[in-house]
Structure formats: C-alpha cells, structure tokens
C-alpha cells in the first residue's frame, strides 16, 4: 500500500532505535487506523503525532548518550582534561583572533544608524584628507542629500599639560556639528553646539579622562592646557566611541576653528582654498538613495572644481573634481587597513593549523579509546545495536567535549584580544558579539567532525567476532595504527612549519635589535619638547635654545649635545621633494644643530658636519648620507655640488654615513640633514651623549630644561637604548605571538605523540614480552620504541619542511636579515623536534623495559 | 523507587495504565479502549513512546504468550504489580482530589 509506505518513509524522523522496536507496530496501528477512522482522520493524526514526538524520542537518547558520557569522562579524567584543554586552546586562539578580524575590518562605528554615514572622496588621490575648510563650507551649503556633513581633521598630536607633565596624544579637530551628526552623547557634560565653534573648548576621550585625571568628573568645566593654551573641558565621550578614525584613537576633539591658533605651522588652514586637511562625512537623509547623493555630489565636486582652478603644480591636480561617496572604513588609510589585514589573515591561518593540531591529538586520544571500548562496542553490537547509534553516541561524547571546551574558548576570546590589542598602536574594540559567537559555534561544531568522526566510523566498523574473541590489549587492527600515525605525522609536519615560521620571525627581531642602526644608541639619550605654546620669532627660539645647549653642557656627566627635529629611528618623519634636473623624488629631511653627528656617534664620510657658523643669514648649506649622494653624483665628490631641496638650493658641505632613519628594517634611505637655524621648528628633540649611564644625567639636565623654562611641554625622555628597542615594537609583538602558537602547537603535538608511542606501547606489552623472551635485553626495547617516534617525527620533519618552504614566501615581509630558508632555524627546529619526540618516547619506552616476560605472556 | 514517586502521571501514562487494567491488550486495543472510555485520540508515536518508556520503568510487561492465536504479530502489554500499584495510588490521587471538589461545591449540577 502506498499510505503505508509514506508512513514507513516518514517513520524516518525517529531514532533508528525507535524505529527498529516499533516501526512493525506503528504501521499496524496506522492501518487499523486507516481502516476505521478514514484517510483524513488518520493522516492528521499521524502527522500531528510524529511531529509532536520524534523530537522527544531523540532528545531522550541524547540525555541518556550525554550521562554515559559524562560518567565515561569521570571515569577517565586525565583523557577527559587533556583532551578538553586541547579543543579550548584550539578554539580559543582561533576566536580570539577571528573576534579582533571582527573588530577590525568588519565592526561598524558606535554611533546612530551607522549605516547612514558615507565619507565623501575625491578621485585620483591616495590616502590624503582631500578637503579645505572653504571647500568644506561650499559642500554643506550646496549638498541637500544629507541631514549634515561633519568636518574632521587628521589626528594631530597635541600636547596636553605643561612642562614635564605634558602628554602627547593624538585629537581631532572636528566641525561643531560633528558629535550630533553622528548621534553621539556625552558621557558626562556635553557636547559641541554652533557657537562653540570659535570657543576655547575640548571633549576628552574616556581613556584620555582616565588616563591624566583618574576620571575625575570635577575636571569639567576646569581649564587644562593643550599645545600652550588654555582649553575648557566641557564633556567626556563615551567610552566606546575613538573617533571616525578607528583605528587610529582619539584622546580629544576640538573646535575646528581652534586648529590654527593651537598649530603654529598651520596657520592658514582654514583659509586656503588649497589646504587639504581633512575628511567630509556626511549622514544621508532618510529616503534618499546612495545613488542620488552620488550624482549630487559628483555635481557639486565639478562645480567647485570650476570655480577654483587649482595651480597647475599641484600634481594631484588630475581627477580633482570627481567627488564619489566611499564607505565609513575608506575614512582610514588604506594602507593601515592592508597592513592590519595582513598580519591578521597571518595570524588566523597559524591559529587554525593550531586547531587542527588539536583535533589531531584529541582524534587520537579518542582512537585509543575506541580500540580499548572495542569489546564493550563489540558486545553492544552483538546484542543489536545499530552502528548509526553507536556513531551517534560517539559523536555526543566528541560534542560534550567540544561544548565544555567552548566554554573556556568563550572566556579566552573575550581575554586574548585585550590582550593581543595591548600590543598594537591601534585601537581595537574586540568585544563579544553575534559574530564572534557564531564563529565559535561553527568552529566547534566543524570541530566536532574534524577529530570526532574518524574514530567513531572506525568504533562502528568493529567486527563483531573479531573484537569478541581478541584480547583488549592487542584488539587494534594492523591497518589502524597507520591512520594513527599519519595523524601524528601530519600534527609534527604542521607543528614543525608553525616553528619555523616563529624561527624565522624571531631571528628577525633578534637580527635587528642587534643590527648596528648606525648610530651608538648607548650611552645616550632624548628629550623631546616643543616650543609652539610660546610664540617665539626665530630669534627669540634661537636665543633660548644657544642658552639651552650651554647650560646642558655645563652638567657633569654630558659629553656632547644637540637638537635635531627628528631623531634616528622616529617612524614619523619630515621630507621634502628633491628636485633634479632629470630626475624627482623625496628625500627625508632633519633639521640640526652642530655637533648632531658627534653627538650620535654617526660617522663624517667627507667634508665638514653642520656647525655653529651656519646661521640663518649664511649660505644655505646641507649635509647629506651616503645612500643620498650615491643617488646623486655617483662616484663624483658631492661636497661643493648644490642640490635643490624643498624650493632652495643648498650647497653641499659634507657626507655623513646612512642611519637606520624611520625603522630597523627600512632600506637605506636618502635623507638631508639641514641647519636648524636656517629652518626653525617647534618640536624638537634634545639629544645628549653621556660619559656613562645616561641615566644618571638625565635628571639634571631635566631639572636645568625645567629652570630655564617650567612651562614648555617636555613630551617624551627616554635613553637612545630604549627609543631603539621601542622602535622594534612591531617586530617583537609579530614574533612573540607567531611564537607563542608556534609553542602551543609544539606543545599539543608532543601530548599527541606521547600518546600514541604510550598506547602502541601498552598494545605490545605481549610482543615485547615475547622478544624480551627470546633475549631481547632492556636496551633494545628502549631503542625500538624510541626508534619508532623518532620514525615518526623523521616523516614529520621532513614533510613539515617542504611545507615552510613552501609558505615562507608569504612570511617575507616579516624577515629581515634572513631568506625563508634559513638552514639555521630549520635545523635547530629540526633537532628540537627530534628531541621532543625522544623524550615523548622515553616514558613510554622505560614502562616498556620493565616488562616481565613472564607475566607479560601470562597476563593473555 | 517507591510508587509514590512515579505519581501524578501524565493522562497518557493514566490512561493506558487504565486500559490495560482489566485487560492484556495490544496497541491498538489500548488506543480503542483509550478513545472509546475518555475521549482521547493517542497518536501511534505517542502511544508507543509511553509504552516505551512504562517497559523500561517496569510498569508494564510484554506478553509472551499471545492470548489471541490469530493476531499473534502484535504485541500484547499487561500491568505488572508495580504497574497496578501506581494506577491504584494514581486513582486514590484523583479520588481525593473529588472529594475536596465535592466537598467545594464544584461538582453539583451546573444549573
């Protein structure tokens, strides 16, 4: 009958248990049912029932299939908390750094319909803030798509406080329709109005609040100084909200109209038509499309394109009119978005290689068991048990597992990213969402199936006479210790190309940090200030910074000082395009004082170092590095040439060897070194090379600074040894995380074939009795079964190498020093591993010694 | 496990007990004699998921002498002692529960 076939059919949707006792008399009492109660009646009622009870059926097997499992774990807790630990450290890496992706790439800004905002962008430019202020104002009085545009500047670093106090920190200067516009409240006071816009007001950050005034809500309302002038707080932001540009962070924002009286060098900022200082964000208004603001916006940039012809010199010149809508992240570099991409997808990859390492070694864990449950299985199946509910009772054990795991997974996920994003200059608002918590679910349930299924086909596949009749102790197939060891195998290959990663890394940093950056960071050290807040002419400037260089070196200790504009292994730093006849391009330029050179311990080449008679008034003169005059006049004397730097011609009086300039890792770098006299500036940088431990001079020469004049902001005082170590920050937190997967990978994967040497062992307790029988001494033994994981590690090894050659390549932005090859690290890996594998195998391979023939063979 | 502790039972769980009571039935006895005396139409999955789980609580058994020769591909179910006990109990349960609702006026006449 076809009705009782579908019913049959339908019958499916309980558990196969279920089905096999009572599918005879459900299909029975479906026909009766049919015969007296009619098709309709029946059919409703079947289905009603089946929907309303499979689901009970099942999750009644599933209570009872997780309390043996529960007891199972109980019973064996070692297996249980190894396993356990393996899956969370597994999971937990890979959440971790999938929520800081999360973060980073994906998570939207903390403000009001997000999805609203657009930042507007102009064709044909880079990474550039592509509006002036007029340009600004004529965009917001013409643009009718948007409920507002917001105006906001690049991060400048201002100095907050006075004197040795002062802390630089990065702030936006910002419309004063910004904070309404994007729908953010102040935590505490307000935010900007209209008429703040000429005020002396700034809004700090929650971490900048915390930071300098340990949340102290009386600071509202007080004065603080900021760059030399007096500001009124008038709120605090909340504290999840860094600013438009995350993730770059925010420690204040400011009234636009503030940002030329604060910057010195900016002064015309907001006048000229040609100033290009900032960033248009605007929120659409409700009901209009992207496309019509598109298309009003792309009118509006030709327009204002026409009215203001820009000069011809001006070489961004092309595409200039085309303004196009772009997303929220277009607001950040491209480039900090890339580089942030890249070292994550780095780090996700590692953390999954790390997960499967994990899988590996709980699969066989599991594998082990199965071959020691074979009997129990083998009984079960014999009275009946379906294969099907065996898998599936193994699958729930795995489940459980994995589910408690994922509880530990959840903590570290919500802990290693603070942690990890303590390394980083950047802000990253990990936190747990949907996301992040979908992520973990499907990573453990793939999980789940990765270590959970080999084993539990390979339970259900046991013969059922075979596993009767066999002792436990040899119950194992030939065929299954191969799959074992493969997995072993593939868990050394994995670890051992995870190592050589963290190897090649971390020879990288130590390759650096004891580069010679070509200058002498010992014995010397910085004092960074800044001399905006005072106003002075260049006369004024000169004078005090004469008299700061003759009381500093009047102070016991000091050797030699001087002041530059930027020290050696600052990452930001000024340039100036270099004009040559046939040629264009950038050069870095610093501006010194005499005795730089002597001062850093960077050696003369040729001619003279810039010296107390270059003054403003004297000839315009530079001194270059060798990489700039081999550029340049090539195997000619480049003293007494001239060279046309940043519209002024200089005349060329000596050479000075190449310095590491912005980073350790850079290639040399042309840079220009240019009297400060003839080139004032406000932030500088002391620096001041010491008899001995420069520490000890430090707090003179501080205290003389702060006598001469208590009020300049003294931003930042370290030891040249510490400026380079800081400088390597990247490097080091690059290498100590690739580093610390790499350790947990080695770590697993050692349990892993601790594991399988110590459970072939226990398997051929009777074959090393019988050998030991036939003369075999202790020695012997312990050779063999250290000579089987060294086997093992052996294919490990080797496989494991031609896969690091293999991705080394993508690894070459990290190296320095050395190729993706390098013999060393892979050798010294290579032996790590062969001693890890030995001391896996050694405990094992005494138990195995101590076997006594006698009871061995008895014990069959 | 005293046979207090399996009490209230569900009106499934009751009702089956109930028909098997006076009688060894197969299902769809028990589903005739459920429906005929309260009323109450038992799904096959439903039925047989309680039956399910009375064998494993040992409040009925499995016959294994059929008493009908001719049906003898059904399976016949009766009560076991435990299984009489807790019906009884059940029964006293409600039995009181009558009472207090006689004695609350709540089972006269509806008027």
């Given at each position: 009958?076809?009705?009782?076939?579908?019913?049959?059919?339908?019958?499916?949707?309980?558990?196969?248990?279920?089905?096999?006792?009572?599918?005879?008399?459900?299909?029975?009492?479906?026909?009766?049912?049919?015969?007296?109660?009619?098709?309709?009646?029946?059919?409703?009622?079947?289905?009603?029932?089946?929907?309303?009870?499979?689901?009970?059926?099942?999750?009644?097997?599933?209570?009872?299939?997780?309390?043996?499992?529960?007891?199972?774990?109980?019973?064996?807790?070692?297996?249980?908390?190894?396993?356990?630990?393996?899956?969370?450290?597994?999971?937990?890496?890979?959440?971790?750094?999938?929520s800081l992706l999360n973060a980073t790439l994906y998570n939207d800004l903390p403000v009001r319909d997000p999805h609203q905002l657009v930042s507007i962008a102009r064709g044909g430019l880079g990474d550039a803030p592509p509006f002036s202020y007029p340009d600004y104002l004529d965009l917001r009085a013409g643009a009718t798509s948007f409920s507002d545009l917001i105006f906001h500047s690049?991060?400048?670093?201002?100095?907050?406080?006075?004197?040795?106090?002062?802390?630089?920190?990065?702030?936006?200067?910002?419309?004063?329709?910004?904070?309404?516009?994007?729908?953010?409240?102040?935590?505490?006071?307000?935010?900007?109005?209209?008429?703040?816009?000429?005020?002396?007001?700034?809004?700090?950050?929650?971490?900048?609040?915390?930071?300098?005034?340990?949340?102290?809500?009386?600071?509202?309302?007080?004065?603080?100084?900021?760059?030399?002038?007096?500001?009124?707080?008038?709120?605090?932001?909340?504290?999840?909200?860094?600013?438009?540009?995350?993730?770059?962070?925010?420690?204040?924002?400011?009234?636009?109209?503030?940002?030329?009286?604060?910057?010195?060098?900016?002064?015309?900022?907001?006048?000229?038509?040609?100033?290009?200082?900032?960033?248009?964000?605007?929120?659409?208004?409700?009901?209009?499309?992207?496309?019509?603001?598109?298309?009003?916006?792309?009118?509006?940039?030709?327009?204002?394109?026409?009215?203001?012809?820009?000069?011809?010199?001006?070489?961004?010149?092309?595409?200039?009119?085309?303004?196009?809508?772009?997303?929220?992240?277009?607001?950040?570099?491209?480039?900090?978005?890339?580089?942030?991409?890249?070292?994550?997808?780095?780090?996700?990859?590692?953390?999954?290689?790390?997960?499967?390492?994990?899988?590996?070694?709980?699969?066989?864990?599991?594998?082990?068991?199965?071959?020691?449950?074979?009997?129990?299985?083998?009984?079960?199946?014999?009275?009946?048990?379906?294969?099907?509910?065996?898998?599936?009772?193994?699958?729930?054990?795995?489940?459980?597992?994995?589910?408690?795991?994922?509880?530990?997974?959840?903590?570290?996920?919500?802990?290693?990213?603070?942690?990890?994003?303590?390394?980083?200059?950047?802000?990253?608002?990990?936190?747990?969402?949907?996301?992040?918590?979908?992520?973990?679910?499907?990573?453990?349930?793939?999980?789940?199936?990765?270590?959970?299924?080999?084993?539990?086909?390979?339970?259900?596949?046991?013969?059922?006479?075979?596993?009767?009749?066999?002792?436990?102790?040899?119950?194992?197939?030939?065929?299954?210790?191969?799959?074992?060891?493969?997995?072993?195998?593939?868990?050394?290959?994995?670890?051992?190309?995870?190592?050589?990663?963290?190897?090649?890394?971390?020879?990288?940093?130590?390759?650096?940090?004891?580069?010679?950056?070509?200058?002498?960071?010992?014995?010397?050290?910085?004092?960074?200030?800044?001399?905006?807040?005072?106003?002075?002419?260049?006369?004024?400037?000169?004078?005090?910074?004469?008299?700061?260089?003759?009381?500093?070196?009047?102070?016991?200790?000091?050797?030699?000082?001087?002041?530059?504009?930027?020290?050696?292994?600052?990452?930001?730093?000024?340039?100036?395009?270099?004009?040559?006849?046939?040629?264009?391009?950038?050069?870095?330029?610093?501006?010194?004082?005499?005795?730089?050179?002597?001062?850093?311990?960077?050696?003369?080449?040729?001619?003279?170092?810039?010296?107390?008679?270059?003054?403003?008034?004297?000839?315009?003169?530079?001194?270059?590095?060798?990489?700039?005059?081999?550029?340049?006049?090539?195997?000619?004397?480049?003293?007494?040439?001239?060279?046309?730097?940043?519209?002024?011609?200089?005349?060329?009086?000596?050479?000075?060897?190449?310095?590491?300039?912005?980073?350790?890792?850079?290639?040399?770098?042309?840079?220009?070194?240019?009297?400060?006299?003839?080139?004032?500036?406000?932030?500088?940088?002391?620096?001041?090379?010491?008899?001995?431990?420069?520490?000890?001079?430090?707090?003179?020469?501080?205290?003389?600074?702060?006598?001469?004049?208590?009020?300049?902001?003294?931003?930042?005082?370290?030891?040249?040894a510490e400026h380079t170590a800081a400088s390597l920050g990247p490097q080091r937190s690059t290498a100590g995380l690739i580093s610390l997967f790499a350790i947990l990978s080695l770590a697993l994967a050692s349990v892993g074939i601790f594991g399988v040497i110590a459970h072939s062992v226990s398997r051929r307790t009777h074959e090393i009795g019988i050998r030991m029988a036939m003369g075999?001494?202790?020695?012997?033994?312990?050779?063999?079964?250290?000579?089987?994981?060294?086997?093992?590690?052996?294919?490990?090894?080797?496989?494991?190498?031609?896969?690091?050659?293999?991705?080394?390549?993508?690894?070459?932005?990290?190296?320095?020093?050395?190729?993706?090859?390098?013999?060393?690290?892979?050798?010294?890996?290579?032996?790590?591993?062969?001693?890890?594998?030995?001391?896996?195998?050694?405990?094992?391979?005494?138990?195995?010694?101590?076997?006594?023939?006698?009871?061995?063979?008895?014990?069959? | 496990?005293?046979?207090?502790?399996?009490?209230?039972?569900?009106?499934?769980?009751?009702?089956?007990?109930?028909?098997?009571?006076?009688?060894?039935?197969?299902?769809?006895?028990?589903?005739?004699?459920?429906?005929?005396?309260?009323?109450?139409?038992?799904?096959?999955?439903?039925?047989?998921?309680?039956?399910?789980?009375?064998?494993?609580?040992?409040?009925?058994?499995?016959?294994?002498?059929?008493?009908?020769?001719?049906?003898?591909?059904?399976?016949?179910?009766?009560?076991?002692?435990?299984?009489?006990?807790?019906?009884?109990?059940?029964?006293?349960?409600?039995?009181?529960?009558?009472?207090?609702?006689?004695?609350?006026?709540?089972?006269?006449?509806?008027?």
């Amino acid at each position: 009958m076809i009705a009782d076939r579908i019913y049959r059919f339908l019958l499916h949707a309980y558990p196969g248990e279920f089905r096999d006792e009572y599918s005879r008399d459900l299909v029975q009492l479906f026909r009766d049912n049919l015969r007296d109660s009619g098709v309709l009646g029946t059919w409703l009622l079947a289905l009603n029932d089946l929907i309303r009870t499979a689901p009970a059926q099942h999750f009644d097997i599933l209570r009872r299939d997780l309390k043996s499992a529960i007891r199972y774990f109980a019973a064996h807790p070692g297996f249980a908390l190894v396993a356990i630990l393996s899956l969370a450290l597994g999971l937990g890496a890979n959440t971790a750094i999938f929520s800081l992706l999360n973060a980073t790439l994906y998570n939207d800004l903390p403000v009001r319909d997000p999805h609203q905002l657009v930042s507007i962008a102009r064709g044909g430019l880079g990474d550039a803030p592509p509006f002036s202020y007029p340009d600004y104002l004529d965009l917001r009085a013409g643009a009718t798509s948007f409920s507002d545009l917001i105006f906001h500047s690049d991060v400048y670093t201002l100095k907050f406080g006075r004197g040795a106090e002062t802390e630089a920190a990065g702030s936006e200067f910002v419309s004063p329709n910004y904070f309404e516009t994007l729908g953010v409240s102040a935590a505490l006071g307000r935010t900007f109005v209209t008429s703040d816009a000429r005020e002396p007001v700034v809004i700090l950050s929650d971490a900048l609040w915390r930071r300098r005034f340990a949340a102290d809500p009386s600071v509202l309302g007080r004065q603080i100084r900021v760059n030399g002038a007096d500001l009124t707080v008038i709120g605090i932001a909340p504290a999840s909200f860094h600013g438009v540009l995350v993730p770059w962070s925010t420690a204040a924002w400011l009234p636009i109209e503030l940002l030329p009286r604060l910057v010195e060098e900016d002064a015309a900022v907001l006048t000229s038509r040609f100033s290009d200082c900032c960033g248009v964000i605007g929120r659409l208004k409700p009901g209009v499309s992207r496309a019509q603001a598109q298309a009003e916006i792309a009118v509006l940039g030709r327009q204002l394109a026409a009215a203001n012809p820009r000069p011809r010199a001006d070489r961004r010149e092309r595409g200039w009119g085309e303004l196009h809508l772009a997303s929220m992240q277009g607001v950040v570099p491209q480039f900090v978005r890339a580089r942030m991409a890249m070292l994550l997808a780095i780090l996700m990859t590692i953390a999954t290689l790390v997960l499967l390492i994990a899988c590996a070694n709980v699969a066989n864990l599991l594998l082990a068991r199965v071959a020691e449950r074979r009997a129990e299985i083998g009984i079960r199946l014999a009275i009946g048990a379906r294969r099907g509910r065996l898998i599936r009772q193994l699958l729930t054990e795995c489940a459980l597992l994995t589910f408690i795991a994922a509880i530990a997974t959840l903590f570290l996920a919500t802990q290693g990213p603070r942690a990890i994003a303590a390394f980083s200059p950047y802000v990253i608002d990990a936190h747990l969402d949907l996301k992040v918590f979908g992520f973990a679910a499907l990573g453990a349930i793939l999980t789940t199936l990765a270590f959970g299924l080999a084993p539990a086909l390979e339970a259900s596949r046991t013969d059922l006479v075979s596993a009767l009749k066999e002792n436990r102790r040899t119950g194992a197939r030939a065929g299954r210790f191969g799959f074992t060891s493969a997995l072993v195998v593939a868990q050394v290959a994995a670890s051992f190309a995870l190592l050589t990663g963290a190897g090649l890394a971390a020879r990288s940093f130590w390759t650096l940090s004891g580069a010679y950056p070509g200058f002498d960071p010992s014995h010397a050290f910085l004092l960074r200030f800044d001399l905006g807040s005072k106003h002075w002419n260049a006369a004024q400037q000169g004078v005090f910074l004469d008299n700061l260089l003759g009381r500093v070196d009047g102070i016991a200790g000091v050797r030699s000082e001087s002041l530059t504009t930027h020290a050696p292994l600052e990452i930001v730093a000024q340039s100036a395009p270099l004009e040559l006849e046939d040629d264009a391009g950038q050069v870095w330029l610093d501006a010194v004082r005499s005795r730089y050179f002597e001062t850093l311990s960077i050696p003369m080449i040729a001619g003279r170092p810039i010296e107390d008679r270059d003054r403003a008034n004297s000839a315009l003169v530079a001194v270059v590095n060798t990489t700039l005059a081999r550029r340049i006049w090539e195997g000619e004397n480049p003293v007494g040439q001239e060279i046309r730097l940043g519209g002024a011609t200089r005349t060329v009086v000596g050479v000075v060897a190449t310095v590491k300039h912005r980073f350790a890792s850079e290639e040399p770098a042309p840079v220009a070194y240019i009297p400060l006299s003839q080139a004032p500036a406000t932030d500088l940088r002391l620096v001041v090379r010491t008899l001995a431990d420069p520490s000890n001079v430090i707090a003179p020469v501080l205290a003389e600074f702060q006598s001469l004049d208590p009020d300049i902001p003294v931003v930042q005082v370290q030891t040249m040894a510490e400026h380079t170590a800081a400088s390597l920050g990247p490097q080091r937190s690059t290498a100590g995380l690739i580093s610390l997967f790499a350790i947990l990978s080695l770590a697993l994967a050692s349990v892993g074939i601790f594991g399988v040497i110590a459970h072939s062992v226990s398997r051929r307790t009777h074959e090393i009795g019988i050998r030991m029988a036939m003369g075999a001494h202790r020695r012997d033994v312990v050779r063999m079964v250290v000579g089987q994981s060294l086997t093992l590690a052996t294919i490990g090894i080797a496989i494991g190498a031609l896969v690091a050659l293999g991705a080394a390549r993508f690894l070459k932005g990290l190296l320095y020093g050395i190729g993706p090859a390098d013999p060393f690290t892979f050798v010294t890996i290579a032996l790590v591993w062969f001693a890890v594998a030995a001391l896996a195998a050694w405990l094992p391979a005494l138990r195995a010694a101590r076997v006594d023939p006698l009871i061995a063979l008895r014990c069959e | 496990m005293t046979h207090e502790s399996f009490l209230p039972l569900t009106p499934a769980v009751f009702h089956i007990l109930l028909a098997l009571a006076d009688e060894d039935r197969h299902g769809y006895a028990i589903m005739q004699e459920v429906l005929r005396r309260a009323g109450i139409t038992l799904g096959p999955g439903t039925l047989y998921g309680t039956i399910k789980r009375l064998l494993a609580d040992g409040l009925i058994a499995e016959l294994g002498d059929r008493p009908d020769p001719d049906n003898d591909r059904r399976r016949y179910y009766r009560l076991t002692a435990l299984g009489r006990r807790v019906t009884s109990a059940e029964a006293r349960r409600m039995a009181e529960l009558v009472r207090v609702s006689r004695r609350k006026h709540l089972l006269e006449p509806a008027r």
